[in-house]
């Protein structure tokens, strides 16, 4: 099976130039590592086979074709689990689902632990009926969850989905569609994600993966 692949671009050199940052937009931080935070914009584009993927892997890249990430295949059970590795094959984070949750309860934890003590932060679903995509993220300190640090919003088939801070308007990263006649012709589905400066980009990364399996599970569902 063919895998998807995503490639980080220099600003300004991606499949679509993002527009400059609003105020606040820097907020996320480093989430899972220092290195994987940039000071400036940073393109993930994300080209795939237009076919249902069943093991949910994905090869992230570097624009000179470096792998920065690839995401293992899912364990099934009652956790769905999938670990998303370096280059070098190191676990940077595994994502757990828990599969008798009402919300599609994700749990990320810091490399190949799922230990409570190694978790960094939590996305679920912000309620049960949507029409478009809307998941909350909590990190590991927020034990009340009553207010997300992070939300997801929009619609996953037509790749336009925003990623705020909490509960604010301060995008830190956004997904775009890209339409091509070669990749129309190819049977290709493209789309990029801008992930803004001093955002981790892993912490992204990850949130791209569960969105994609949620889509999935929609689709099998309908």
Request: net charge neutral; aromatic share 10%; charged share 25%.
């Amino acid at each position: 099976m063919e895998q998807p692949y995503m490639y980080a671009y220099p600003p300004g050199q991606g499949p679509s130039a993002p527009p400059p940052p609003p105020q606040g937009g820097g907020m996320a931080g480093v989430i899972v590592d220092p290195r994987y935070c940039a000071p400036y914009p940073v393109d993930l584009a994300i080209v795939r086979k237009m076919m249902k993927l069943t093991d949910g892997n994905f090869v992230i890249t570097d624009v000179n074709g470096n792998m920065l990430f690839k995401v293992k295949e899912p364990v099934f059970g009652l956790h769905d689990k999938r670990v998303l590795l370096d280059g070098s094959g190191s676990p940077v984070l595994t994502l757990r689902e828990k599969m008798v949750s009402l919300h599609d309860r994700w749990q990320v934890f810091r490399g190949g632990s799922t230990e409570q003590r190694d978790l960094l932060y939590t996305v679920k679903r912000s309620s049960m009926l949507q029409l478009k995509t809307k998941l909350d993220v909590f990190l590991s300190h927020n034990k009340e969850e009553k207010r997300c640090d992070f939300r997801v919003k929009g619609s996953w088939l037509e790749r336009s989905c925003v990623v705020y801070a909490g509960e604010s308007d301060a995008i830190v990263a956004q997904m775009h569609r890209k339409h091509t006649v070669q990749s129309v012709f190819l049977g290709k589905d493209n789309f990029s994600v801008t992930v803004y400066p001093n955002v981790d980009y892993a912490f992204i990364a990850s949130l791209v993966v569960i969105l994609d399996d949620v889509n999935r599970e929609d689709q099998a569902a309908s």
